[in-house]
């Protein structure tokens, strides 16, 4: 039986205190962007963290994690944009539009290119 990633992720989107829980996992922090380089522009960012997960969905160690994909729109529920961040916890979304609601979700992708489901859904209003 071929072994799934079991999503451990946890988001945390720029000055956004609301999550939904998921099993064992944790926000390793929330960040104002004060720290993260921006260029002058009209348009807003939003920052995700999460935290790797560490087992597949049969309990097994993952051992063969190799990237993520953040997902978002504008409507709960609805993605219309995706993008391969590669392997890191942290990503910084540029170019979104002001003044919009934006929702977000995380999942993994392991060395078979298969995907986990998605995280617990997170949001942030685009100042």
Known sequence: MES???LNIALAVTLISFLQGCR?????SLSSMDDVPVPASTQGTATIEWSAPTLNDDESALTDLTGYKIHYGTSPGGYSAS???GNVNRYTIAN???GITYYFTVSAIN?????????????KRVE
């Open 4 to 6: 799934k990633i079991l």
């Open 96 to 98: 979104l539009e002001p």
């Open 24 to 28: 064992s996992t944790e926000v390793s």
């Open 111 to 123: 060395s078979t290119n298969d995907e986990s489901p998605v995280s617990n859904e997170v949001n």
């Open 83 to 85: 993008l391969d961040v």
